[in-house]
């Protein structure tokens, strides 16, 4: 708990979390209007939700990820992670008590992101309302499952080998998952292709099933139940994977201390 | 200055006879039997003998080389590195880690010692860090628990002013803390009622409770 009030802390003295709720609050409103919405009215609802979620998903790769490589890096480097332990806090309580207060800091930008769809883009018809809802409470709870596990991945690996792997290995696998997995989709799917390549596919985290934003754009409606759970249980496995992953990284002091 | 923290039984440490500490291969020994209960005891011992190895495996941070030793009590390990994040200031340090009913004597002490605590961590002199760190320790204390704090030169840096305040600090509260410091004392006058000595890879207890670091000084390889 005390190392979660000094990530508290800490994260409200960097103020960064200022312009970060900035962005999120003010570029659905400001960017739909780059858009031709003098000629096509429709436009403007579709594009304010497209870019609530892609916003939330830039503050979740630039700012979560980074914080979370930010902290598990300095909890080893600066005593910080020994003094604790010291005191009985071991490196699971410790690696949860960062990561909790990174991830309150996040909710207020999805719960910005939800409301700005609701508020500003929400459809007049009352059916396609209860599924928009519903789309982005399901967006919501899928981004959470993607960028969480990720930030535990951030600070263990940090914690261990600085914060610019701590940084980068989580985003390149999150943006891997988000869309280079869907280039290497459309490989295996040709001719001749290398088998090796299926395996790699099968391996890889599905992260662009967390992306429900064409389905915002397009009106689709929320994901059927059992497809909406059947991610979440992909996901959850994923998560499993990668915090235990993440837990066995992290270290409470540097490298050969 | 109150006592932070009355604790139902005395802190103690044990530090068995044949215990080794190091890094995989042994660095020092104990040599006899050590038992420490509430009180300073300073460690001392020429650089790289193995203070910091010392106090790192009895807080629990290291595995020894071999034998065994025991603590009774709450630890806090206060490395010389302990540092916070750049832009946080001591104040905010102290809401976030100190509970509410200490924090006010914790703001008397840093007033004592100079401290800004307003600043940012980042923007403080090497000295004024060191004192967040020993500030938070000593009002960290837990209630009716034995407590032990383990300090690794935590003098480096501190004015002459600010010595005097924390040891009138750690005499004002001896019989409620155990406290184990390592350091490198810069004038012969500073007693030293108790004191762990390493040298020649051995760790022994000296003193009889009159000596000053002039005694002491010669002893160490």
Redesign the interface.
């Known amino acids: 708990m005390d190392l979660f009030r000094l990530t508290l802390s800490t994260l409200i003295a960097r103020k960064m979390w200022v312009v970060v709720l900035l962005a999120a609050i003010f570029t659905p409103i400001v960017f739909p209007y780059f858009t031709p919405h003098e000629t096509a009215t429709k436009l403007l609802e579709p594009a304010r939700a497209q870019t609530a979620w892609t916003v939330t998903w830039i503050i979740g790769i630039l700012w979560t990820l980074s914080q979370a490589a930010r902290f598990g890096d300095s909890n080893s480097r600066t005593g910080i992670g020994a003094y604790f332990r010291s005191q009985g806090c071991g490196p699971i309580r410790q690696i949860f008590g960062m990561w909790s207060a990174i991830m309150l800091f996040l909710l207020p930008v999805v719960a910005i992101a939800i409301g700005m769809c609701v508020l500003f883009a929400m459809p007049s018809d009352a059916t396609e309302a209860s599924m928009w809802v519903n789309t982005n409470l399901q967006f919501a709870a899928l981004f959470l499952l993607t960028i969480g596990p990720l930030a535990l991945l951030g600070i263990g690996v940090a914690s261990r080998f600085g914060a610019l792997i701590g940084y980068v290995l989580p985003t390149a696998l999150c943006v891997y998952g988000l869309y280079g997995v869907g280039y290497l989709g459309m490989t295996i799917k040709l001719p001749g292709h290398n088998p090796v390549l299926e395996w790699v596919y099968a391996l890889s985290p599905q992260y662009h099933l967390a992306n429900l934003t064409p389905r915002l754009i397009f009106k689709m409606g929320h994901l059927e139940m059992g497809a909406f759970l059947g991610i979440v249980g992909y996901f959850t496995a994923l998560t499993l994977v990668i915090g235990s992953f993440a837990t066995l990284m992290f270290r409470t002091d540097p490298l050969r201390n | 200055m109150s006592n932070p923290a009355k604790a139902v039984h005395p802190a103690s440490v044990k530090l068995s006879q044949g215990l080794g500490i190091g890094?995989g291969s042994l660095l020092a020994e104990v040599t006899e039997d050590i038992p420490l209960e509430n009180g300073t005891h300073y460690l001392l011992a020429r650089n790289g003998r193995g203070k910091t190895t010392l106090l790192?495996t009895i807080?629990?941070?290291l595995k020894s080389v071999a034998g065994h030793f025991e603590t009774t009590g709450?630890?806090?390990?206060?490395?010389?590195?302990?540092?916070?994040?750049r832009?946080?200031?001591a104040k905010?340090?102290f809401?976030?880690?100190i509970p509410a009913e200490r924090r006010g004597e914790a703001f008397k002490l840093a007033e004592e010692l100079e401290l800004d605590v307003t600043k940012?961590f980042g923007k403080l002199s090497f000295g004024n860090r060191k004192k967040v760190?020993l500030i938070m320790a000593e009002y960290r204390l837990r209630d009716n628990e034995p407590n032990i704090i383990?300090y690794d030169e935590p003098f480096t840096g501190l004015d002459t002013p600010a010595r005097e305040a924390v040891r009138q600090r750690w005499e004002d509260t001896e019989q409620d803390v155990l406290r184990i410091v390592s350091c490198h004392p810069d004038f012969d006058a500073m007693a030293m009622p108790s004191a762990l000595l390493i040298t020649d890879e051995k760790i022994f207890r000296g003193g009889n409770g009159k000596l000053t670091w002039a005694d002491f000084k010669d002893r160490l390889n």
């Open positions: 890094y790192k807080s629990g941070l709450c630890c806090q390990f206060v490395g010389d590195e302990l540092s916070f994040d832009e946080i200031s905010m340090v809401h976030a880690l940012q760190g383990f």
